[in-house]
C-alpha cells in the first residue's frame, strides 16, 4: 500500500482516486455485503479481494426491503439477514477487517431504514470508528440528508450521493453540492445486476457530469465482466461491481478472487 | 356538473418537501426523483386546469356511479341500542370498493402525461381491479404486480384483473405480500421510468402520492359530511374507517378536519391480537412499530430493534401492511384523528352481523371499521351519530370466511 490508515475518511478516498489516476485508469471498488454466504465467508471474500488488489470496498448492509437491487443482491442480502446480519454485525465486520490488515478506503451501503434505527449521527461515529471513510445510502436523495450530512462533515466521512440517466441538470447540481468523496453514477436506469453489455450511451452521459462537476465519478450497477471493467475505466475516476462478484463470492471465496484478479489486471494493461 | 372535490383544499400540508409534520418525505432511489418531480408538476397542472376536473367529475358520475349513497343501519343501531350508524356506501362505487376513486384520478393524468404504460401493486385484489378497470376505460396498458400469497387467498381478484385484460405479475421475493408487490413495482418503475407511470393505490409512498391519493379519495368524505347534514340534520359526532395504508380513511377524514366536534377514528388490523404479535398496528403495538422508512415515506414502521421490516398478519389482504401513510402518523400526532384496532375476530363478528341486520355483505377491511361502531354505539345516546366508511363489499372474501368459519 502507498498509503496508510493515518489518512482516513474523504482524505483516503482522494488519495484512492489520484493514486489510480497516476496509473492511468479508474479505482476499483467492488461491492460486497455483510453476512453472505455466512458471515465468516463474506470476511473471508471481502479480504480475498483486498489481496487481490482492489482499491476500496462498498460494504452492504443488508436490508429486508432492497428496492434499487435486483434478484442476486436481493436473494444474497436476505440470505445475509437469516444469517443474522444486522447493522451492528457490519460494524464488527468492518473492525475485524481492519484488524486484519485491509488497508483500502471502506464505504458502508446500505438503505435509510436501518441506519435510522440504529440512530443517524450514532450510526456515523460507530462507523467511523470501526474504520468506514464514508456512506452511501440509495434511498437517500440530497433532500433527505440532513440527518446525516452534519455528523459526516464533522467526521471528515464521505457522504456519496448518485446520479442517474434521469438527472436533470439541476439534479447533478444539486447532487454536485451536496456529495463528498465522490458521485455514484448509476449507469443505467434500473436496478442493480449484472449485464450483457453496457448502457450505449455511457460515454456521452459521463461527458454531460463532467461539464457539471469536478467531483470524482464512479460508476455503478451492471458491470460485471473484465472487458466492462476495461472500457470503464478509461472513462470514470472510479468503478464498482456488485452482483458479479456478489455471485462469484456465493460459488466460492477462490472464484470472487479469480474475477476481482482479472478485472484488476484488466484495468492495468 | 357536479364538482371533482379535489379543489376543495381544507390543509396547506403537504409542505412542498412532501412532509405532514415530521412524516412523509421522499427516500427513493435517484432515479425516480425527477419522476416524482414531473408527476409532482403534472398534478398541479391538473389541478388548475377546469377540463381535468370536468373529466373526473363526468366519470365519477356516469362510470363509478357518484355519489355514493349514505344508509341508516336501522336495525343495526336498534340492535345495538345506543348511536345511530350511518355507512358511506363505497361498496357501491363501481368495482365494489373505493379504490377505483384514485384508480381514475390517476388513470386520467397517466393519459395527459403521455403515459401508456400503468404499473400498479395489489394487496387484496381491490386496487388491482380498480386499476385495470379503469386502464380498460382509458385504453391504457395495465401490469399489476401482486404477492404470490395474496393470489392464493384472493382468487377472484385475479381472475378479475386477467378477464378486464390486465397483467398478473406474481411476487415471488420476502413476505409475498403487499409490501413486496410495492417492492416490486418500484424496481419496475425505476427500470421503466421514462414510459411508465405507477399508479400507486394508497395514501403512502413517496411525495406527491399521499397528497394526490388523498385528493382523489377526499369525495367520499366531501358526499358524506354534504349526505348526513341533509339525512340527520348534523355533522357525526365520529367518523370511524379501517386503516392499511390509510386512503379511505383519509378520504373520508380530510372533509371533517376542521369539524372539531367531529371526532376521527381510525382503525387498524389487530389480527390475533398484539401480544401474538401477529397483527398489522402499527400505532398500537409502539414496542415493534417506530417512526422508520418504507417505500419512500416517513411514517410508522413495524420493525424489528435492526430496522429490518417484519411481516404482517391480518385476515383482511387488505390491512396487512407494515406501514401506514404519513398523513396518518401526523394526524396521530397533531391527536386530531384517533386510531384503535380490531381484531381477526372482531372484524369477522361484524362481518356477519352487518350482512344479517342490514343485508350488506362488507369487506372484510371495512369489518375492522364496523366492529368499532359495534363496540362504541352501545355506550352512546340513542341521538348520537356514528358515520361509517364502508370501504368495499365483502363477495371477494367469501372463500376467506368460509375457511375460516366453515360452511
Keep these: 500500500m502507498t498509503y496508510r490508515r493515518e489518512i482516513q475518511g474523504i482524505a483516503a478516498l482522494a488519495a484512492m482516486f489520484a493514486r489510480a489516476r497516476a496509473q492511468g485508469r479508474a479505482a476499483f471498488m467492488p461491492y460486497f455485503p455483510i453476512g453472505y454466504p455466512t458471515h465468516e465467508e463474506s470476511l473471508a471474500v471481502i479480504q480475498a479481494l483486498a489481496t487481490a488488489g482492489v482499491d476500496g470496498f462498498e460494504i452492504g448492509i443488508p436490508f429486508s426491503d432492497p428496492i434499487a437491487d435486483g434478484p442476486t443482491i436481493q436473494a444474497a442480502t436476505q440470505i445475509a439477514l437469516e444469517n443474522g446480519a444486522s447493522v451492528r454485525r457490519c460494524l464488527e465486520a468492518l473492525r475485524a477487517l481492519r484488524r486484519r490488515g485491509i488497508q483500502q478506503p471502506m464505504l458502508l451501503m446500505g438503505y435509510a431504514n436501518p441506519l435510522v434505527a440504529y440512530g443517524p449521527e450514532r450510526f456515523v461515529l460507530d462507523a467511523r470508528a470501526a474504520g468506514a471513510d464514508g456512506l452511501i445510502v440509495p434511498d437517500l436523495p440530497p433532500e433527505e440528508a440532513a440527518m446525516f450530512s452534519g455528523s459526516c462533515a464533522r467526521e471528515g466521512m464521505a457522504l456519496v450521493f448518485m446520479l442517474a440517466p434521469t438527472s436533470d441538470d439541476k439534479r447533478i447540481a444539486l447532487a454536485a453540492e451536496a456529495a463528498s468523496g465522490f458521485i455514484y453514477v448509476v449507469s443505467l436506469t434500473g436496478i442493480t445486476g449484472a449485464r450483457k453489455d453496457l448502457p450505449a450511451n455511457l460515454t456521452s452521459f459521463i461527458a454531460r457530469l463532467r461539464q457539471q462537476t469536478d467531483m470524482p465519478l464512479v460508476l455503478g450497477f451492471g458491470i460485471s465482466t473484465t472487458a466492462h471493467a476495461k472500457q470503464v475505466s478509461a472513462l470514470t475516476d472510479g468503478f464498482i461491481v456488485g452482483s458479479a462478484l456478489v455471485r462469484a463470492g456465493g460459488e466460492s471465496v477462490d472464484a470472487a478472487r479469480e474475477l476481482a484478479s482479472a478485472m484488476v489486471k484488466a484495468i492495468r494493461n | ?407
Design chain 2, 1 to 407: 356538473m357536479i364538482e371533482s372535490y379535489i379543489r376543495r383544499q381544507v390543509t396547506d400540508l403537504p409542505d412542498a418537501q412532501g412532509y405532514f409534520g415530521e412524516f412523509g418525505g421522499r427516500f427513493v432511489p435517484e432515479t425516480i426523483m425527477p419522476a416524482l418531480d414531473e408527476l409532482e408538476a403534472a398534478y398541479a397542472e391538473a389541478l388548475a386546469d377546469p377540463q381535468f376536473h370536468h373529466e373526473l367529475s363526468h366519470l365519477q358520475r356516469t362510470y363509478t356511479g357518484r355519489p355514493t349513497p349514505i344508509s341508516h343501519a336501522k336495525r343495526l343501531s336498534e340492535a345495538l341500542g345506543g348511536a345511530q350508524i350511518y355507512l358511506k356506501r363505497e361498496d357501491l362505487a363501481h368495482t365494489g370498493a373505493h379504490k377505483i376513486n384514485n384508480a381514475l384520478g390517476q388513470g386520467l393524468l397517466a393519459k395527459r402525461m403521455g403515459k401508456r404504460r400503468i404499473i400498479a401493486e395489489t394487496g387484496a385484489g381491490q386496487h388491482g381491479v380498480g386499476t385495470a378497470t379503469a386502464m380498460a376505460l382509458l385504453g391504457l396498458d395495465c401490469h399489476v404486480y401482486m404477492g404470490s400469497v395474496d393470489i392464493r387467498r384472493q382468487q377472484p381478484n385475479v381472475f378479475r384483473m386477467k378477464l378486464l385484460g390486465a397483467e398478473v405479475i406474481p411476487v415471488e421475493s420476502g413476505s409475498r405480500t403487499l409490501k413486496d408487490a410495492i417492492n416490486e413495482a418500484m424496481r419496475d418503475w425505476v427500470t421503466h421510468v421514462e414510459t411508465t407511470f405507477y399508479l400507486l393505490g394508497s395514501a403512502l409512498g413517496p411525495h406527491p402520492y399521499p397528497m394526490m391519493v388523498r385528493d382523489f379519495q377526499s369525495v367520499i368524505g366531501f358526499e358524506a359530511r354534504e349526505q348526513i347534514l341533509e339525512a340527520a340534520g348534523r355533522l357525526p359526532d365520529a367518523c370511524i374507517a379501517c386503516v392499511g395504508g390509510g386512503s379511505n380513511a383519509i378520504g373520508m377524514f380530510h372533509a371533517f378536519r376542521d369539524d372539531h366536534d367531529t371526532e376521527l377514528i381510525g382503525v387498524e388490523a389487530g389480527g390475533r391480537g398484539i401480544e401474538s404479535r401477529e397483527h398489522a398496528a402499527r400505532f398500537a403495538d409502539l414496542d415493534i412499530s417506530r417512526p422508520g422508512i418504507l417505500h419512500g415515506t416517513r411514517s410508522y414502521v413495524m420493525q424489528n430493534s435492526d430496522g429490518q421490516i417484519m411481516e404482517t398478519h391480518s385476515v383482511s389482504a387488505g390491512l396487512d401492511y407494515p406501514s401506514v401513510g404519513p398523513e396518518h402518523a401526523h394526524l396521530r400526532q397533531l391527536e386530531r384523528a384517533y386510531y384503535t384496532l380490531a381484531t381477526d375476530e372482531e372484524a369477522l363478528a361484524a362481518f356477519q352481523t352487518l350482512s344479517k341486520t342490514e343485508g350488506i355483505i362488507p369487506a372484510l377491511e371495512s369489518a375492522h371499521a364496523l366492529a368499532e361502531a359495534i363496540k362504541r354505539a352501545p355506550t352512546m345516546p340513542r341521538d348520537s351519530l356514528l358515520l361509517v366508511n364502508l370501504s368495499g363489499r365483502g363477495d371477494k372474501d367469501l372463500d376467506t370466511v368460509i375457511g375460516i368459519l366453515g360452511e
